[in-house]
């Protein structure tokens, strides 16, 4: 896979309570494009990080309706990754690259 489309692919990592959380059990969060299936999402995080991925698991977080001082606004829709990695493998996101 390129290195552009592994950026098209992965959007940035979901760096929150819960996925700091999740990394005890050796999984890590990302934010995917809309598009991107199970198996890109893969191979993505194989080429961009040099893991090896156990399994992927998706979701799609519905945009909330927000007001502000009146003006009606809408979220976007996120989707999201968990990345589960095999055994002796990790990743910190918080690092960057």
Do not use: C, W
Not at 4 to 26: C, F, G, L, Q, R
Not at 59 to 64: D, F, I, P, S, Y
Not at 66 to 83: E, L, P, S, T, Y
């Amino acid at each position: 896979m390129n290195p552009e489309k592994v950026y098209d692919v992965i959007v940035s990592p979901a760096i929150t309570e819960k996925s700091t959380m999740m990394s005890e059990n050796n999984q890590v969060m990302f934010n995917v494009a809309r598009s991107a299936s199970k198996p890109k999402i893969k191979k993505a995080v194989e080429t961009l990080f040099d893991v090896k991925v156990k399994s992927v698991n998706t979701l799609v977080r519905k945009g909330k309706v927000k007001r502000f001082r009146g003006v009606h606004g809408k979220q976007n829709d996120v989707k999201k990754a968990i990345v589960t990695l095999e055994e002796g493998y990790s990743i910190d996101v918080t690092t960057g690259l």
